[in-house]
Structure formats: structure tokens, C-alpha cells
């Protein structure tokens, strides 16, 4: 656990981009808005077409690539869960027809290790680049690609607000409104998203805070059994609809009615001693600590690799932070890779 994953970013973004003006605008490798057929030209190798069998002959299969798909509603923050895997040094492809990923992959395959990692952003906006992707997915699973799906999602008012914020129409809206090609698009990457190994919910992310999530999930040099996000939040802001576990600390004293303790948060020692002092918290720590490397177990044992634990108080500030940070710091000791996030602290 960093000093930055412990520490809240007080400016959100209004969107997902680090371009100025345009929600999800995208890397240069390849261009969606390419013919096809131009971008099947320019995949080849010396001049010559590749074959899409990556187990073609003088391809080593142990240097076929690990394989990062990352896709989901547009507004959502592809383009930035993309830059992140970039600095870790992944080679990124960006709005690459999902027909080319197997030539992708072989590409990599034949680059003597040169390139280990790719992460492609998949942008299905009809249903003909749907049917494709899952065809490339099952020629993939044949070969015994390791494949990941990353899957970016968000609110309607969140993807309504970052769209106006930059005035651009939605991709999908046509003659409609924004909800309407939000709504279009939901219903097309539906069967998408659940078959996505990671899914994260942005709505309430900005930019710093989704590059704290990707990093966690991917900067380690080797894959750990189990990566866990313990995520603080505020019931009165609502639920985060990405948590897999949600546990609530209004059964403990608010500090907020101690007026010496009210203008900290849970991240002040002072707060979390008053927090752990009282009736049953500690108690709650250990038995949930321990109801946690049950269900680790399992999800182990079924290949779940990610987890979201959301600890809930009343606004966010001061119980659940306190208890996030304890909760962290005992998983990370049990050998979980584990990140927090707080995701409330300083919105009041």
C-alpha cells in the first residue's frame, strides 16, 4: 500500500481523457475510423502478409503474448486505463478491429520476446464488430492464449455529465439524445461484460484514481493469486456498484459528533484509535478478516482473481476510512496485493 493509494484526490475529471475536449479519444496505432482493409495492410511483417495461426511453425508457443482486451461503455475511461498499461510498459493498440487481434497476438509472437504484453482497446459499436470479437476470442481460447478482458462502465449520469462537459455527441446517439446512444450501447456490450474478467466502475473515479486501480491490478511483474480493492464509501452518496462485498461501520459511534475529532478523517491516528476503541470494532476487524480469507479461498479455488471490498459509514470521512486502512493492512500482511481507495473522503 502506497502513500497515494491511502490519500484521496480532491480534483475529479470531468472526463476520461488527457486530451483536451474529447472523452475517449484514443492512441494512434490504429484508427477505427480506417477502412479495414488499410489496417489489415499495414499488419504484416517485412513486407509480406502474416498468417493468423500463431501456432504457425517457428512460433514458439511459450512466446505467444499475454493479452490485455480492454472495451466498455465509451466516456467510461478506456482511453485512460489504455495510457496507464502503456507506462507499464504494455504495447497498447488502440480501436483495433476486433477481426486483426489474432494477427495481433502472432505479430507479438514472432517478436523474440520483444513484446510480452499487448493490450488492444476494443471499441463495438455495431453488432458486425460484436460477432467478430467473439470470434476472435474463441480463436484465441483455442490456442491457449492468456487473455484477460478488462470491462469500463459507469453511470448514465456520469457518461451524460462527461459528454456534455466536452460537448460531443455520444458515438452511438445519432439523431437522438445522448441517453439514447448510452442505452444503445449498454444493451450492445451486455453479453461483453459478462464475460469481462475485471469490470470497474468509474462514476465516481477521476483520472488519478482509475490509474490507482489499473496499477494495482497490473504493475507486478508476476500475477498474485488475489488482488483486492478495499474501497471506503459514504452510504448517503450511495452504493459502489462494483463492490463484490459491502460491509457497514454505522453500528460503531460517529466521530463526527466528537467536535475535536469532527474536522479529521479516519487517515488521522487520533480517529482511527477513538474508531477501534469502541464496542465490537475490533472484534469486527478480526471476525471479518477472517470471513475474508474464507471466501478468498474460494474464490481462488473458482479463479477469481479480483476483489472489491466496500466498507460503508454514514458520510465516508471517518469510520470506514479508519477501518479501510486496518482491513488493508492486514490483508497485505496475509500476502493479498491490495490497494485502497477512499472514495468519499473530502466530498462533504
Not at 476470442?137 to 457518461?159: H, K, M, N, P, Q
Amino acid at each position: 500500500m502506497t502513500e497515494r493509494d491511502a490519500q484521496p484526490t480532491a480534483q475529479r475529471d470531468p472526463a476520461f481523457s488527457e486530451t483536451q475536449g474529447e472523452p475517449e479519444e484514443t492512441h494512434n496505432e490504429a484508427r477505427q475510423d480506417q477502412p479495414q482493409e488499410a489496417q489489415a495492410e499495414a499488419v504484416q511483417e517485412n513486407g509480406a502478409e502474416v498468417s493468423t495461426d500463431a501456432t504457425a511453425a517457428g512460433v514458439p508457443e511459450a512466446a505467444i503474448p499475454e493479452l490485455v482486451i480492454i472495451s466498455g461503455m465509451s466516456g467510461a475511461g478506456r482511453s485512460t486505463a489504455a495510457k496507464c498499461l502503456e507506462d507499464l510498459g504494455w504495447f497498447v493498440v488502440d480501436n483495433l478491429p476486433p477481426a486483426l487481434i489474432p494477427t495481433m497476438v502472432e505479430l507479438g509472437a514472432r517478436s523474440q520476446g520483444n513484446v510480452a504484453r499487448i493490450a488492444v482497446v476494443v471499441d463495438v459499436r455495431g453488432r458486425r464488430f460484436f460477432d467478430n470479437l467473439r470470434e476472435s476470442l474463441a480463436d484465441l481460447d483455442s490456442r491457449g492464449v492468456t487473455r484477460r478482458i478488462v470491462f469500463l462502465e459507469s453511470s448514465d449520469d456520469a457518461l451524460v455529465r462527461r459528454f456534455e462537459s466536452v460537448r460531443r455527441p455520444h458515438p452511438l446517439q445519432g439523431d437522438g439524445r445522448i441517453v439514447d446512444g448510452i442505452a444503445a450501447e449498454r444493451e450492445l456490450l451486455r453479453e461483453l461484460r459478462g464475460d469481462a474478467d475485471l469490470v470497474i466502475d468509474t462514476s465516481s473515479l477521476n483520472v488519478h484514481e482509475l490509474r490507482a486501480k489499473m496499477d494495482a491490478q497490473f504493475a507486478g511483474e508476476e500475477e498474485p493469486e488475489l488482488r483486492a480493492t478495499v474501497m471506503s464509501f459514504g452510504f448517503k452518496y450511495g452504493l459502489p456498484v462494483d463492490a463484490d462485498l459491502v460491509a457497514d461501520m454505522r453500528f460503531l459511534p460517529n466521530p463526527h459528533w466528537v467536535p475535536e475529532l469532527r474536522p479529521y478523517t479516519g487517515l488521522n491516528e487520533e480517529v482511527s484509535a477513538y474508531v477501534f476503541n469502541q464496542p465490537g470494532a475490533k472484534e469486527f476487524l478480526d471476525r471479518y478478516a477472517e470471513l475474508l480469507r474464507l471466501i478468498a479461498t474460494g474464490y481462488r479455488r473458482e479463479g477469481k482473481r479480483y476483489v472489491t471490498i466496500a466498507i460503508g459509514c454514514t458520510g465516508g470521512k471517518h469510520r470506514s476510512v479508519a477501518v479501510s486502512e486496518k482491513l488493508a493492512a492486514r490483508l497485505a500482511a496475509e500476502g493479498v496485493e491490495t490497494v485502497v481507495v477512499h472514495r468519499d473522503m473530502g466530498r462533504e
